[in-house]
């Protein structure tokens, strides 16, 4: 392993870094990058904004997510690009570029870590450490053929992480190999080694399969019959109605619930300094950010009541042992340039997150698996487990298909 | 009931406010005031620090916690002093003076939630919203003889309050009567109202019975004496040991867990912050900070793992229906100015956190209720369940002593 990555031509890094590990142990040899909204000491942590980054001085000390892959002895490699203050699926970043899609060189990488993405499907790091709110891990897990794990809200410390939804946001990773996604991910989660539980029954979440393109609807179910061969578990297809024995539609878990809660939280964080320190903005960011300024969040304050009553029913339904399956974006990377147009962010905004939204109102464990191939591109399928279940979901998803 | 409070002549507030509520429920008729670490729009949220109130905007939107209090029917009042930068659990600002204990005027009121302990105890609101991380709201709610609730870790939004300890700090409340506490937590729980379970058992943890003075000891055992007669269960002693299953003494909890992540997040968060600004600083904090910029926080991230085990072990224990009981401080209120030697704050903060850590580093939800009284002075009794057991803590103790 050499003591430093190799030069960038990606576009995945804002910054190459070289710093050596501070200790031993599960990760001896491995190369990581970060997210540019997690801090390293000493390198300004822009947030995906020019304007931010200039507005504020270098962090004295590591993320603490950060200490941890050193003290295990990973090598920091580089700062990777995020989307503007992270508030994006796609990853085309008017002011930091699109880093390279690997595998689908014309298309988006998605995002808000699309660079962490980029750097571990490029061959610069064995695993990225970054934030996901609304799919920020799992999007471009999908779209670049790679582990993502967003982990139950909050197990991981957020300490020298910029707050963005504070109820919603969470550090996760992205590796190329499951192995590398695994190790890292333990460490992250101070997990006793020997925690184990039985995989009991496989759950496929039938709304998310609909939302899906037919072609990637296939390939998930070829995957499936192929994961009941090797586990002997029949796959359960089950709506969210059936599954919380609610009358509940799987698009009340972003429109009617998380994305309120998201929106409403943001204008507490970047929204309150974009209205006083009127920074430059991207033109997409620009847009977005429109509804954000527009937004009545006490209008909105029972979406908020609905994300608790979510949790509650989800998680009574998700015990241990159970895992529920589905495409994790519904469909391949849209080719560069092609959101343009206000139909088609709609289309891929409105679908994907109608299918993310679910574990983020869960607070539910979710990794992404590079499984399925459509048009010769690369989607996730993914798994996702009750809140605090990480160390099982690691564990069913090894057994699974790792 | 007035639509302004009284004027403070308590010391409690920073600013007076009159904020109307955007809507009715709930909370109609009531009051309250807001910690000064939580954002009420267009007012400079101090931190307990001049220095940082000078460098900060004021904030475009109230903290989504205050929104939810407002749309409840609940009218804001003013805005209450907090220790600096709430690293501290005595109440005696350096810069905005220490508010009045009611109960015990020759004394501290705790902190650092201490101006809004001392607005409720002296009547000019109903309830506070606060905010605890070591024991800042149960402290003072103990010596000032209020209710108080320490809600499970996050369960309350915390978009708007300033970044402290990511993994620790928890918005909460205090109110004078239980009434109130009940039915503003349960709007900021965003509960469903009909949600109950049944008081099975309820322990007494001895190591925190044990370090407590002798006084209030007997007095907790008397108490306990009571709500045996009145529920009918008989109160079990128990061990941190004999809970767990495992040979750990409840000052791990404190001194070999939660102490060093809290250290490690103040570094990332305030500490960076001081580093690269070094403002003016009290000399009470200035003295505990110095323990926070010699802080190994390599060195500490076994103890952060400690953290993550004892959160394990601890909800595998308290399932629902278990409430564990203790004081919530080992002594009444110290008397002001006495926290000036060393072996009087390590008295004070040694034997006070090793109680208050049990919670912390459970992310259990704690109720301090004002039952004892010794020498003249209110001590707490505090309650505490499984985490994400809120509504069934706040059903159990008004069934105990509501």
Request: charged letters at 20%; aromatic letters at 6%; a negative charge.
């Amino acid at each position: 392993m050499a003591d430093t990555a190799p030069f960038d031509r990606s576009g995945s890094l804002v910054e190459h870094l070289n710093i050596a590990p501070s200790g031993s142990g599960p990760l001896d040899g491995t190369t990581f990058t970060v997210k540019d909204n997690i801090d390293v000491a000493g390198h300004k942590t822009s947030y995906g904004s020019p304007a931010w980054r200039d507005a504020h001085p270098a962090p004295r000390h590591n993320a603490l997510c950060v200490d941890q892959m050193l003290a295990a002895g990973a090598r920091c490699v580089g700062k990777a690009v995020a989307d503007e203050f992270t508030y994006s699926l796609d990853g085309e970043s008017q002011f930091f570029g699109t880093p390279r899609n690997a595998k689908a060189p014309d298309r988006i990488p998605g995002g808000s870590s699309s660079g962490s993405a980029a750097s571990v499907a490029n061959g610069l790091a064995d695993f990225s450490i970054c934030t996901d709110s609304g799919g920020s891990i799992r999007v471009p897990a999908s779209l670049c053929g790679l582990w993502g794990i967003r982990p139950s809200l909050h197990r991981i410390s957020e300490a020298g992480v910029l707050p963005f939804m504070p109820s919603v946001s969470t550090v996760g990773l992205l590796a190329a190999r499951f192995d590398h996604l695994e190790a890292a991910t333990r460490v992250a989660l101070r997990s006793r080694p020997n925690k184990k539980a039985p995989l009991k029954r496989l759950l496929v979440l039938s709304e998310a399969m609909e939302i899906a393109d037919e072609t990637v609807r296939e390939q998930a179910t070829s995957k499936l019959g192929k994961i009941a061969d090797r586990t002997g578990l029949s796959p359960e297809p089950i709506l969210l109605s059936q599954l919380l024995g609610e009358d509940i539609p799987l698009s009340d878990c972003n429109t009617r619930a998380l994305r309120n809660l998201q929106t409403a939280e943001f204008q507490n964080t970047v929204g309150s300094w974009i209205e006083t320190n009127r920074p430059g903005l991207g033109f997409t960011f620009s847009m977005a950010y429109g509804n954000v300024q527009s937004f009545d969040r006490i209008a909105a304050l029972d979406s908020i009541m609905r994300c608790e009553q979510l949790f509650e029913l989800i998680n009574a339904a998700l015990t241990p042992g159970i895992v529920i399956c589905f495409p994790t974006t519904p469909v391949i990377a849209p080719l560069k340039g092609s959101l343009s147009t206000l139909d088609a962010v709609m289309d891929f905004y409105d679908r994907t997150m109608t299918i993310t939204a679910f574990a983020g109102v869960g607070r539910l464990p979710e990794i992404s698996a590079p499984l399925l191939t459509v048009d010769g591109c690369p989607v996730g399928l993914s798994f996702a487990a009750g809140h605090y279940q990480d160390e099982f979901l690691l564990a069913a998803v090894h057994e699974m298909v790792g």
